[in-house]
């Protein structure tokens, strides 16, 4: 990756995760709020839901510069022909590389196919709105399938110091919440939870490929 290359990437990750903590933290929080086993109005309902956001979207920035700008350089070094049956594990690696998280295996190169396929049903490489409507269905999705990991997360999170879910085994979080509450327990939130990260990934994708193209075209046309 050349050095205009390098600094898009760079820039445009810090931009895209700052601006959808910005927008969407509330969401989260509220989603969080749901997932607790005090149930939702104990947890602190609608109050303060903008609590924190200000210092998120700045703790964002160079957390998400420094994933896109490894997700790119990985991609590159793992460059392959783009009719290949091998692109999609490319995309896992890349991701895996900027974020060892099950979501980002799942989105990243769901994202990257259904950008593949809209540009050959089309002709040309897809625009930026097209791009963040692949990152809404991709967030979408691979929200909906991880929702079991983190109702757990968030139980073990939430858990009293000392208790058994406290220790932080994913499996046994998952396990007691099937026992009390079956799979509307292990899928508690999931709408919200997809309406945020679809969100998300809209925000997020298409503010990241609308970003580096920009920053991508000045570069070229700077002398």
Not at 74 to 81: E, I, N, Q
Not at 162 to 188: I, Y
Request: proline content about 5%.
């Amino acid at each position: 990756m050349d050095g205009p290359g390098f600094t898009a990437s760079l820039v445009a990750g810090g931009v895209a995760g700052a601006s959808v903590d910005l927008i969407l933290f509330p969401l989260d929080t509220i989603k969080t709020r749901l997932q607790s086993p005090q149930g939702f109005n104990k947890a602190g309902g609608f109050r303060g839901i903008y609590a924190g956001v200000p210092s998120t979207a700045v703790g964002s920035f160079p957390n998400a510069a420094m994933f896109f700008l490894t997700y790119e350089y990985v991609k590159c070094l793992l460059h392959t022909d783009s009719a290949s049956h091998f692109r999609p594990v490319k995309h896992m690696l890349a991701a895996s590389a900027g974020e060892v998280i099950p979501f980002s295996l799942v989105q990243f190169p769901l994202w990257e196919s259904l950008k593949a396929l809209w540009s050959w049903q089309r002709g040309h490489v897809v625009d930026s709105w097209q791009s963040a409507v692949c990152g809404a269905f991709a967030g979408g999705f691979a929200a909906a399938v991880t929702t079991p990991l983190d109702v757990a997360k968030t139980r073990i999170m939430l858990a009293k110091a000392g208790s058994s879910t406290a220790v932080g085994n994913v499996l046994s979080a998952m396990h007691a919440v099937w026992r009390a509450q079956g799979l509307a327990g292990l899928f508690a939130g999931v709408f919200p939870r997809m309406a945020a990260i679809g969100m998300g990934g809209f925000i997020f994708l298409g503010a990241y490929d609308q970003t580096r193209s920009l920053l991508l075209e000045v570069g070229r046309k700077s002398p």
